[in-house]
């Protein structure tokens, strides 16, 4: 059973930082890329960073491009999503999501090249 687990989520206010994880198991790590996605109420999910096998290359949505930093420890099983300077447009569920492709067939951003996804954590920030 593939298992992406998501956690480190919570209430923050703006301007402060949070880091979220999320461990893998049930299939090879270093063989995915690693992507987080989020939803806020009454939105569509979103793209928000994607990070190779081996961690080499990362890419960001525009909206968090600066703030936020996607990193993975292959050991561990984890991908992470740092959130820096959070706004309260970044208050959604954050989902962890494994994508089997190679990094350069270039579709990291769209939701539909990923096979597993985690239950979300919530994110929520206050003004």
């Known amino acids: 059973q593939v298992q992406l687990v998501e956690s480190g989520g919570g209430l923050v206010q703006a301007g402060v930082s949070l880091r979220l994880s999320c461990a893998a198991s049930?299939?090879?790590?270093?063989?995915?890329?690693m992507g987080w996605f989020r939803q806020a109420p009454g939105k569509e999910r979103e793209f928000v960073a994607a990070?190779?096998?081996?961690?080499?290359?990362?890419y960001y949505a525009d909206s968090v491009k600066g703030r936020f930093a996607i990193s993975r420890d292959n050991a561990k099983n984890t991908v992470y999503l740092q959130g820096n300077s959070l706004k309260p447009e970044d208050t959604a569920n954050y989902y962890c999501?494994?994508?089997?492709?190679?990094?350069?067939?270039?579709?990291?951003?769209?939701?539909?090249?990923?096979?597993?996804w985690g239950q979300g954590t919530q994110v929520t920030v206050s003004s």
């Open positions: 999501a494994a994508n089997p492709q190679s990094w350069y067939d270039g579709n990291y951003n769209h939701s539909k090249v990923y096979d597993y």
């Open positions: 049930g299939l090879s790590f270093s063989n995915y890329v």
């Open positions: 990070i190779s096998k081996s961690g080499r290359y990362t």
